[in-house]
């Protein structure tokens, strides 16, 4: 996966562009507006960080100017401005997502990840997740803890899928009963959750994850932390 | 124990003492010199009342000297007075009044009369029938005597004599009394009523000036809006549009302030960006073991620094000149709070605590307040965000949205260590932490507070037993 990072503070941009590799990220640094935009048109990019506070050309320029080109390259905005109008201003430009500095480094990979799952819309990027030694194959309907099949039910996948993506993060009881009833699995109420994410928890067990009960609002996988 | 003094006791103390009230001063400079006219008048009218009374008083004990002297008649070498008539004539006018007549030859050989009567202080030889009128004492009582020095017999045994009637002054006195009530009733009456019409002619030409006061008063300290000056009358004019000029040199150097602040605080951000990464990627790293600690404080100074600038710029956002004002909605706190409380989760089962929401359920009204949505967001970001910091690992922190008469409460309970209720005033201010324990900077409570009293509403902390801190916003329901 490769990364434009545009940033004009080198000692940010040399640690950034440091982190960025250990997670994976083939990472280019563009040091000012025009080499931004130079590099972004003449490559080719699965991701761009852009300040907007950028020399030469400013961020948002760039990001307009890149936008007509490129419509599909996800661009995750980058700036020490966050009132309303500058979230405005970058979300209107085309910015897919925002995040202001000072940052936490977990926090924009997940974003970055998250940016790359929505703009990688062919089902065989999306196909298949694993999470601890959970395997989950999203075309064939099959998952697996350690390479042992795992019999789901159509709610359990249902459930099991929404809790994967949105993974660390979480999904109320609504968010359930809204994706039960958009795939129209077996009828239920909103009460049978509680069974479903009882026999889910049961068969995740030795997997490495587990579904935390949120008080008050719904659930979240997690890895389990190495004991 | 001290009562403070009533409003009543201050005014009064303010008023004896002397303040620059406009009023006051009108009222003293129409009324003062009035009073003194209102003297100046009433010691005329009584002067002139007195002489009128003494003049009819002479008068009429002239008549009875006249009589009296008529009736003495020269018999002989000796002299006749028809005594009993006289007397009647003289004593029967006044039953209340003393009267005294005395008739007398000079050099002050008593004749006849009632009692020793005063002579006259002649200046120069006796003047025949002519009057003379003077004050004088008798039993340490004053009187007024009418003088006349008659001669008789005939040109060559010519003799004088001296006939005198006196009269007690309290008569005249009450006289000239009824003429001075008379006059100055009327006149005290008209007084009053004109320093009535005085005061309220005073308090319709001022009411302008009241209501500008009124207007400066009520203002919130941190108001600096321009007065209204179209209602003012023209001497007001140039007063409010000097303070127009003073409130928009201090609003322009507040805001030049507030942007030095906020300009600060972004310029800071790129840097301790910088910082951050600089410090979490070298921590990554191999690095000499006694090192790392170091590098570990400078990661977390940075971490910090970074907190402390997030945090001032949502204070500088929570102030009322802020862009934001206007962009004021409906919030359903109970959306509001499932929403962030979400949000917050992962953050806190990073740092070990049980976050969750205690609501009510989705069949529950939803509690609707009017208010920039940003800010509410801030204020229970900063109250869940303060609870992570401060509860410690492995406590549990809930929050709780209902209705609680004409206000929509927003809580967040936690179970960690508290505060002492002591501090539960200061902590509310900038800067002021209740424990150095924690990465927190001292403004999570002031910004909290600023936007809570920007919508009109409150925030308290309360203890809960047997550990733990509540900390409660409420805030007026929309309409």
């Not at chain 1, 249902?158 to 994967?164: A, N, P, Q, R």
């Not at chain 1, 909103?190 to 009960?213: A, D, M, P, Q, W």
Request: charged fraction near 25%.
């Amino acid at each position: 996966m490769n990364l434009l990072l545009a940033e004009d503070d080198a000692i940010l941009a040399d640690a950034l562009t440091e982190q960025l590799r250990h997670a994976g990220f083939e990472t280019e640094h563009a040091p000012n507006g025009a080499v931004a935009e130079f590099l972004l048109l003449k490559q080719s990019w699965d991701l761009c960080i852009l300040d907007l506070g950028l020399p030469m050309v400013d961020g948002l320029t760039v990001l307009q100017r890149v936008r007509q080109r490129k419509p599909e390259l996800p661009v995750l905005v980058l700036t020490a401005l966050d009132d309303l109008q500058s979230r405005v201003a970058g979300l209107n430009a085309g910015a897919d997502d925002y995040l202001t500095k000072p940052f936490d480094f977990p926090e924009l990979e997940a974003r970055l990840r998250a940016l790359l799952r929505r703009s990688q819309s062919s089902p065989v990027a999306n196909a298949s997740m694993a999470m601890g030694s959970l395997v989950f194959e999203r075309d064939s309907r099959r998952a697996s803890i350690d390479g042992a099949p795992l019999e789901l039910s159509p709610r359990e996948w249902t459930l099991l899928d929404l809790l994967l993506t949105r993974r660390d993060r979480v999904v109320t009881k609504e968010e359930v009963a809204q994706a039960w009833s958009s795939e129209r699995a077996e009828p239920g109420g909103n009460n049978s959750i509680e069974v479903y994410i009882h026999r889910v928890r049961r068969k995740l067990e030795g997997s490495g994850l587990s579904i935390r009960t949120v008080r008050g609002l719904g659930y979240l996988l997690e890895a389990l932390r190495p004991a | 124990m001290k009562t403070p003094p009533s409003p009543l006791m201050l005014r009064l103390t303010r008023m004896v003492v002397g303040d620059q009230s406009l009023h006051k001063q009108l009222l003293l400079w129409l009324v003062l010199p009035q009073l003194v006219l209102w003297m100046a008048a009433a010691f005329v009218t009584y002067n002139v009342a007195a002489r009128y009374a003494n003049r009819a008083i002479d008068a009429s004990l002239l008549q009875a000297t006249r009589a009296l002297a008529r009736q003495v008649k020269p018999i002989g070498n000796g002299l006749f007075i028809d005594f009993p008539r006289a007397a009647d004539d003289i004593i029967g006018g006044d039953p209340d009044d003393r009267v005294y007549y005395m008739v007398s030859t000079p050099p002050g050989q008593f004749i006849l009369g009632s009692r020793t009567l005063p002579p006259p202080t002649l200046t120069g030889p006796p003047k025949l029938g002519e009057p003379y009128f003077y004050d004088g004492v008798v039993d340490k009582m004053p009187i007024r005597v009418a003088a006349l020095y008659v001669a008789y017999g005939d040109s060559k045994t010519r003799q004088l004599m001296l006939v005198q009637i006196a009269r007690g002054r309290a008569r005249r006195d009450e006289l000239a009394r009824s003429i001075l009530g008379d006059t100055v009733l009327p006149l005290s009456g008209l007084i009053l009523l004109m320093t009535m019409i005085v005061w309220a002619g005073i308090r319709a030409g001022l009411a302008p000036l009241a209501r500008m006061r009124a207007l400066v008063e009520d203002r919130a300290p941190n108001d600096l809006a321009p007065l209204k000056i179209d209602a003012a009358p023209q001497e007001l004019r140039s007063l409010a549009r000097a303070l127009n000029d003073l409130l928009a040199a201090v609003h322009e150097s507040v805001a030049a302030q507030r942007r030095f602040v906020n300009d600060a605080a972004h310029q800071l951000r790129t840097p301790l960006a910088g910082l951050k990464s600089q410090t979490e990627l070298a921590l990554g790293e191999n690095v000499d073991p006694a090192r790392q600690p170091r590098l570990q404080r400078v990661h977390e100074s940075a971490v910090r620094s970074a907190h402390l600038v997030n945090q001032l710029l949502s204070l500088a956002r929570a102030e009322p000149e802020s862009a934001l004002a206007q962009h004021s909605a409906r919030v359903d706190l109970r959306e509001l709070a499932r929403e962030v409380t979400a949000e917050w989760v992962p953050k806190a089962l990073q740092s070990g605590i049980d976050l969750g929401l205690d609501d009510a359920g989705e069949a529950a009204p939803p509690v609707v307040v009017q208010g920039h949505p940003l800010l509410i967001r801030e204020a229970l970001q900063n109250l869940i965000d303060n609870a992570i910091r401060y509860a410690g690992a492995s406590s549990e922190v809930t929050v709780c949205v209902r209705r609680d008469g004409n206000s929509g409460v927003m809580e967040v309970s936690d179970t960690g260590p508290g505060i002492p209720p002591d501090l539960h005033r200061a902590v509310f201010e900038r800067f002021v932490r209740a424990t150095h324990e924690g990465s927190g900077c001292g403004l999570g409570l002031a910004i909290v507070k600023s936007i809570a009293e920007r919508h009109g509403g409150q925030v308290s902390l309360t203890g809960i037993a047997p550990h733990g801190l509540r900390v409660t916003i409420a805030l007026p329901l929309a309409r």
